[in-house]
């Protein structure tokens, strides 16, 4: 595909607009329609195109801009980061295939790694060489993460890996693992873990994919049996791996994918589009409780909106954003739920007599109606986010 990748990056100290302008122009001169979800041309983006989509983002200076020039990045701040992220938001492009590297591993990997494996890993992030994916959860252990069983010995000359990962996303296609495993016994809890950078071609490793309820295959069960990587494959010291762990979750919850708000509010304006040109859908958009719901959702987007400005001013101080991505987790998650779930029902009487535009939009709804059954559980599930807002936050008391 054509991308226009000779740009000049602008200098966001001359104007604090310039960054988000440039990424707005770049983004819709070139993203294709066949890519967005709401055209008519749309069809499903193979992994090759995505990663070449992700690829000219790249060279037009929209991803990786916190990071450190030495590592590929353009070394800007959050707030550019924050800036193409609204643009990206507002146009209903494919999510990211490279994002487990980008937003999960290459930030583990700058704070714990050595010299050496920054140099390594993280310019192949950035350019889309290296997929990767998180091997955290297992059959016993999710929320409580601290339950896993997944056995890293040492040996002579690096370490040898047991056990069993679950509903690893896009373990499929990836090409290292950040794993978390433990050298102890599951009574150690948080102590004596361990985290990796698994090359998935190592010998003794199987991917067994999961086909979840929108017939997609983006998740597996990995096995792994007497796998031996070498100690240079180890992500920061033997027994940091919890709070390694920990500093990854967090950001999960916090600022991945920070253009969910943006990204909502294309989604809702493109539904009021699609129901205004069809004569059924229309009349429909005129009864008080559907105005009144969608008055609330775009209510909810805008709260949402004001979390991710105040989570960036936040870590722009210095500060650490840990239990505070739990209010965002949970309040984006359950927020969007209850959207996809209002499109789904307004979208419901669409059927082939109706205007293509409204068809687009309930094949589109459709697949987000589902994959949000998965929200307020991918991530951390929404109950255990309560938890963490009780305790951490409001310091409530444990038992009533
Ligand atoms: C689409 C998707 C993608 C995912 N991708 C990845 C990935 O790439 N890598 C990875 O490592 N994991 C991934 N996960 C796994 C995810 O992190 C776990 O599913 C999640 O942490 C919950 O763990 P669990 O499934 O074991 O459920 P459990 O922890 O068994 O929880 C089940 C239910 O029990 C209740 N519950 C649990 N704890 C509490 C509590 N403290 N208080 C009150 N109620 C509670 C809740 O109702 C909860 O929904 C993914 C999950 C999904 C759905």
Same mark, same amino acid.
């Given at each position: 595909m054509p991308f226009d990748t000779d740009v000049t990056i602008p200098n966001p100290a001359k104007g604090r607009d310039t960054y988000r302008s440039h990424a707005r122009a770049w983004l819709q001169a070139n993203l294709p329609s066949h890519m967005r979800a709401d055209s008519l041309e749309y069809r499903t983006p193979t992994l090759q195109e995505c990663t070449a989509w992700e690829q000219a983002m790249?060279?037009?200076?929209? #991803? %990786?801009?916190?990071?450190p020039t030495e590592y590929g990045g353009y070394g800007l701040s959050l707030r550019e980061h924050l800036a193409v992220n609204k643009e990206i938001g507002s146009l209903l492009m494919p999510e990211s295939v490279g994002s487990v590297g980008k937003e999960l591993a290459g930030p583990i990997i700058m704070a714990v790694s050595t010299e050496e494996q920054k140099a390594i890993f993280l310019p192949r992030i950035l350019a889309m060489q290296d997929y990767w994916?998180?091997?955290?959860?297992?059959?016993? #252990? %999710?929320s409580d993460l601290a339950r896993l069983r997944t056995k890293a010995e040492q040996t002579g000359e690096g370490w040898r890996i047991n056990g069993q990962k679950i509903w690893t996303s896009g373990a499929a296609?990836?090409?290292?693992?950040?794993?978390?495993?433990?050298?102890?016994?599951v009574a150690d809890r948080h102590k004596g873990l361990v985290m990796f950078a698994v090359p998935m071609d190592t010998p003794g490793i199987t991917v067994r994919p999961i086909k979840s309820i929108d017939g997609k295959e983006s998740f597996a069960e990995v096995f792994f049996k007497d796998v031996e990587v070498a100690d240079s494959s180890r992500l920061g010291a033997p027994d940091e791996g919890w709070s390694a762990a920990i500093r990854v979750l967090s950001i999960e919850r916090a600022t991945n994918r920070m253009y969910r708000p943006w990204r909502f509010e294309a989604e809702l304006r493109g539904l009021i589009r699609a129901c205004k040109l069809d004569p059924t859908l229309a009349a429909k958009l005129a009864e008080p409780g559907v105005q009144t719901r969608i008055g609330e959702i775009l209510g909810q987007i805008d709260g949402l909106k004001?979390?991710?400005?105040?989570?960036v001013e936040h870590l722009e101080t210095g500060a650490l954003i840990g239990a505070r991505g739990s209010l965002s987790k949970f309040y984006w998650s359950e927020c969007h739920?209850?959207?996809?779930?209002?499109?789904?029902?307004?979208l419901a009487q669409v059927g082939p007599q109706s205007r293509p535009l409204a068809r687009r939009a309930k094949a589109q709804f459709t697949t987000g109606y589902l994959f949000a059954r998965a929200e307020t559980i991918y991530a951390g599930v929404s109950e255990v986010q309560l938890d963490i807002i009780a305790q951490r936050i409001l310091n409530l008391p444990k038992d009533l």
């Amino acid at each position: 595909m054509p991308f226009d990748t000779d740009v000049t990056i602008p200098n966001p100290a001359k104007g604090r607009d310039t960054y988000r302008s440039h990424a707005r122009a770049w983004l819709q001169a070139n993203l294709p329609s066949h890519m967005r979800a709401d055209s008519l041309e749309y069809r499903t983006p193979t992994l090759q195109e995505c990663t070449a989509w992700e690829q000219a983002m790249y060279k037009a200076g929209l #991803a %990786g801009m916190t990071w450190p020039t030495e590592y590929g990045g353009y070394g800007l701040s959050l707030r550019e980061h924050l800036a193409v992220n609204k643009e990206i938001g507002s146009l209903l492009m494919p999510e990211s295939v490279g994002s487990v590297g980008k937003e999960l591993a290459g930030p583990i990997i700058m704070a714990v790694s050595t010299e050496e494996q920054k140099a390594i890993f993280l310019p192949r992030i950035l350019a889309m060489q290296d997929y990767w994916c998180q091997g955290f959860s297992e059959p016993d #252990a %999710g929320s409580d993460l601290a339950r896993l069983r997944t056995k890293a010995e040492q040996t002579g000359e690096g370490w040898r890996i047991n056990g069993q990962k679950i509903w690893t996303s896009g373990a499929a296609k990836a090409t290292y693992c950040l794993l978390l495993a433990r050298t102890g016994t599951v009574a150690d809890r948080h102590k004596g873990l361990v985290m990796f950078a698994v090359p998935m071609d190592t010998p003794g490793i199987t991917v067994r994919p999961i086909k979840s309820i929108d017939g997609k295959e983006s998740f597996a069960e990995v096995f792994f049996k007497d796998v031996e990587v070498a100690d240079s494959s180890r992500l920061g010291a033997p027994d940091e791996g919890w709070s390694a762990a920990i500093r990854v979750l967090s950001i999960e919850r916090a600022t991945n994918r920070m253009y969910r708000p943006w990204r909502f509010e294309a989604e809702l304006r493109g539904l009021i589009r699609a129901c205004k040109l069809d004569p059924t859908l229309a009349a429909k958009l005129a009864e008080p409780g559907v105005q009144t719901r969608i008055g609330e959702i775009l209510g909810q987007i805008d709260g949402l909106k004001g979390m991710i400005e105040a989570s960036v001013e936040h870590l722009e101080t210095g500060a650490l954003i840990g239990a505070r991505g739990s209010l965002s987790k949970f309040y984006w998650s359950e927020c969007h739920q209850a959207f996809a779930s209002f499109a789904y029902e307004l979208l419901a009487q669409v059927g082939p007599q109706s205007r293509p535009l409204a068809r687009r939009a309930k094949a589109q709804f459709t697949t987000g109606y589902l994959f949000a059954r998965a929200e307020t559980i991918y991530a951390g599930v929404s109950e255990v986010q309560l938890d963490i807002i009780a305790q951490r936050i409001l310091n409530l008391p444990k038992d009533l």
